[in-house]
């Protein structure tokens, strides 16, 4: 849920130059933050199926714990590191002598 409002954030202080770049960006978000969660799901099966000596503790950490907020942090850098590529593959490259308005860009606020 979190990540669907940051997209919706981004989308708002940061838009794109056409709308079916953006709607496609707010479907990767929960896309990406269930593949994410999935990931964790499979990392704490495995976990609970292994010999490894300190288990327990691994899958306390990652289902109760920090481990779910780390989680959430890696699916977060990701959306906002394609959201900024993506961003800046849409947007006109504008000489320096020029401001930035004329090139498309709006001023935040």
């Keep these: ?33 269930v593949l994410i ?26 289902h109760d714990s920090w481990g779910g907020l780390v989680f959430a942090g890696v699916a977060m850098q990701l959306f906002v590191w394609l959201y900024v590529v993506w961003l800046a593959r849409s947007r006109p490259r504008c000489p320096p002598w020029r401001r930035l308005h004329r090139c498309g860009w709006r001023a935040i606020g």
Aim: net charge positive; aromatic share 14%.
């Design 37 to 62: 969660n999935a990931m964790r799901i499979a990392l704490l099966a495995w976990i609970h199926a292994s010999g490894l000596p300190h288990r327990q503790w691994w899958f306390e950490f990652l």
């Design 1 to 33: 849920m979190q990540l669907v409002v940051v997209a919706l954030l981004f989308a708002k202080a940061f838009p794109m130059r056409h709308s079916w770049q953006l709607s496609l960006m707010l479907l990767i978000a929960p896309v990406l933050a």
